[in-house]
Each structure stands twice: as C-alpha cells, then as structure tokens.
C-alpha cells in the first residue's frame, strides 16, 4: 500500500485537503479514497503517478452533493482511468478531485497541479 500523505485526514469528501500547485507525495493505502479542492480559477493540469504493477490508481472530479463522479455534457465521467503508470487531466476552474484505486487497490502516488496560462 501506500503512504498517507500530510493532508489526512481527507478520506471523505467533507474533509478533502486543499491542493495547492507543485507535487504532493502520498498514498491510498487502506482501499479508501483521498480527497482534494481545487481552487484555481483558471486552466489547470493534473498528473497522478505510480506503479500500475503495485496498485491501479485512477482520478476523477467528485459531484460532492450527488456522492457520485461528476459527468460532463456528453454525460462521460470527467477525470483520468487508464491503466497507464500517470494519469493526466485538465480542466477549467475550481473543483473537487477524488483519487482512488480501481478494485480497492493500493499504491503511493504523487500528485501534481499546474496552472496553464
């Protein structure tokens, strides 16, 4: 599994940590999912890394009044869940962001915010 990271606990979407840009170094560790905020206005890229052979991470933007991942217009879940070793995502504005290991699993990550001006 992986390392928590300094900004537990953030395992509900109630108590998701504020990300701010540069890399954070953490973990899912215990099958549960970490949550972030998001609060740049403008365009911003995401990059979560890890090794897929230790634990599928995935991540995707959380509707926090549904409980459910949020859709876009074309009603397709917004985020990234490939089977690649980073997944990468950019969007527009602030959101909440749920990081999670497809089937439960566990894996250190880091994860990566940049604005795009």
């Known amino acids: 599994g992986g390392q928590e990271e300094s900004s537990e606990p953030n395992n509900v979407a109630a108590e998701a940590a504020q990300l701010e840009t540069g ?3 953490g973990g899912i560790c215990d099958a549960e999912p970490d949550y972030f905020r998001i609060g740049v ?5 995401l990059e979560l890394a890890f090794e897929n052979a230790v634990g599928d991470l995935d991540m995707v933007l959380w509707d926090e009044e549904n409980q459910e991942a949020l859709r876009g217009s074309v009603g397709l879940v917004l985020g990234a ?3 690649e070793n980073t997944e990468i995502f950019e969007y527009v504005g602030p ?3 749920r ?3 497809f089937n439960y699993a566990s894996a250190p990550y880091s994860l ?3 604005t795009l001006d």
């Open 41 to 45: 206005t403008g365009a911003w890229r």
């Open 23 to 25: 890399t954070l170094a």
């Open 112 to 114: 990566t915010l940049s």
């Open 99 to 101: 990081v999670y290991g």
């Open 81 to 83: 869940y490939t089977t």
């Open 95 to 97: 959101a909440l962001l």
